[in-house]
């Protein structure tokens, strides 16, 4: 079936520095490719995302790459600052709300 | 315009006992998706509604179920709970039919199984 898999499962980084987390699909089909951030106690919001036409997208200190030759996508964050720490988590999807999310990834950006 | 909203925030159950939990979309949003979330196994899909039509289904037991209403309000429903179903349910909703797009999550219904 459909599956996500995200490295690394915890991430620490200093602040200033770069962050970035790396997914691989099994579903060459797949189209859309969304990033989620998660906080302590707070609901997934969506930071960015991909759809399967375009290779890149960049949005402030934020941007997502796609290889779909490789079915591979990353999230770029530069610049990190405290305010990036949570867990955050890729997806992929095709043509539906069905999200078959990564496993997540735990980012700690240290001052 | 109000977020998702879902209720009960917090439930406890003990082995054996059926839950129906709640999810109201955004206002406008006619797609609803659930999802499963627990340490071990991460963010898993449950199902997705349209217009009160399940499009799809996860990999879960058929002890889980769930509709949707006309007004685009969801419900779903376990019956005959096991430990293992205590976790956070997380509905979300989206603005557009045919075709993925950003969901916008609830606060969660956490249940933990006694």
């Known amino acids: 079936g459909e599956n996500v898999e995200q490295h690394p499962s915890t991430l620490s980084v200093q602040e200033g520095d770069s962050a970035v987390i790396k997914c691989t699909y099994s579903?060459?089909?797949?189209?859309?490719f969304p990033w989620y951030k998660q906080e302590l106690g707070k609901r997934p919001q969506l930071i960015i995302d991909i759809r399967s036409n375009v290779g890149e997208k960049k949005d402030q200190r934020i941007a997502v790459t796609l290889n779909k030759t490789a079915k591979h996508f990353s999230l770029h964050i530069t610049e990190t600052q405290p305010e990036d720490s949570a867990v955050y988590f890729c997806?992929?999807?095709?043509?539906?709300?069905?999200?078959?999310f990564g496993t997540g990834t735990r980012l700690q950006v240290f001052p | 315009k109000a977020g998702v909203t879902q209720t009960p925030r917090y439930l406890i159950k003990t082995r054996g006992q059926q839950v129906t939990l709640s999810c109201s979309p955004i206002s406008g949003h006619r797609s609803v998706s659930w999802y499963q979330q627990t340490p071990g196994q991460g963010l898993q899909f449950l199902f997705e509604y349209f217009s009160e039509t399940q499009r799809n289904k996860g990999n879960f037991p058929g002890r889980f179920s769930g509709r949707q209403f006309s007004n685009s309000r969801s419900e779903m429903n376990v019956s005959t709970l096991e430990l293992g179903d205590s976790a956070l349910y997380l509905c979300?909703?989206?603005?557009?039919?045919?075709?993925?797009?950003?969901?916008?999550f609830g606060p969660g219904t956490r249940l933990t199984v006694l």
């Open positions: 979300a909703s989206s603005p557009v039919s045919g075709g993925a797009s950003e969901q916008f």
């Open positions: 579903d060459s089909a797949s189209n859309y």
């Open positions: 997806a992929a999807s095709l043509n539906t709300d069905k999200l078959i």
